[in-house]
């Protein structure tokens, strides 16, 4: 149980181009998403967090406008990275949790890169 | 705040020989939990274990081994025979409970241990 799949897990764009990655809680219901960027051979970095239904939490510094987050329901949730620049180039990982169960399962990645 | 730190950044070890993974933890709550994740090569964080505050049973799964000690607040992570599919980042993480009066539930990681098994 607690499987997370993200898609795509690779992606090449262009910069100026906008690119949406979904992350799915396949075998529960995740009330909570959470959103995250790792740079090489660095920790994760907490990008925003997001309830089904309702507005993502940025954390400081996130620009909210150039990575827009959807939850839309208990089990998927979406990153979309606004006009892509080259320094937007990242793996981005997506985690889920159910309830007030305090475990975080998380996706494979998805790892872009913009041209 | 809460901050977890992993001092070991690399460690390089060969097939069979056990190796220990340091991870030191600071909170000023009393009730918390306490995570290991493994990210191999592929990328996808791999969850552990998970223990609580309350719990400093010693916990062992198979030839993984975990000793929780609050006196030194550290939740440190041995790998016995350790094995070449063992390669990976390791990364140790701290949550505060959902139910927690700083409503603060986010993982907080350290920066991982890169863990080499060389055959």
């Known amino acids: 149980g607690a499987v997370v799949s993200q898609h795509p897990s690779r992606v090449i764009c262009k910069s100026g181009t906008s690119v949406k990655i979904e992350c799915r809680s396949l075998?529960?219901?995740?009330?909570?998403m959470f959103w995250y960027r790792q740079f090489p051979k660095k920790s994760l970095m907490l990008m925003a967090t997001?309830?089904?239904?309702?507005?993502?939490?940025?954390e400081q510094g996130v620009e909210k406008d150039k990575f827009l987050i959807n939850h839309a329901s208990l089990t998927l949730s979406t990153l979309t990275v606004t006009s892509a620049h080259p320094e937007d180039s990242s793996f981005y990982i997506c985690s889920a949790r159910s309830g007030t169960a305090d475990t975080q399962y998380f996706g494979p990645g998805t790892r872009l890169t913009v041209l | 705040a809460q901050k977890v730190t992993q001092a070991q950044t690399e460690i390089s070890v060969v097939e069979k020989e056990d190796v220990t993974l340091d991870c030191v933890y600071e909170t000023r709550d009393t009730t918390y939990y306490l995570f290991w994740y493994k990210q191999p090569p592929s990328g996808e964080l791999v969850f552990l274990i998970r223990?609580?505050?309350?719990?400093?049973q010693n916990e062992i799964s198979g030839r993984y081994s975990w000793n929780f000690q609050k006196s030194t607040s550290s939740f440190n992570f041995t790998i016995t025979a350790s094995q070449v599919v063992d390669s990976a980042v390791y990364f140790c993480?701290?949550?505060?409970?959902?139910?927690?009066?700083?409503?603060?539930?986010?993982?907080?990681f350290g920066t991982g241990t890169r863990l080499t098994i060389i055959p």
């Open positions: 075998d529960f219901q995740a009330t909570t």
């Open positions: 993480a701290l949550t505060l409970p959902l139910i927690s009066n700083f409503g603060n539930e986010k993982l907080t």
């Open positions: 997001s309830n089904e239904g309702s507005k993502a939490t940025y």
């Open positions: 223990r609580n505050s309350f719990d400093e």
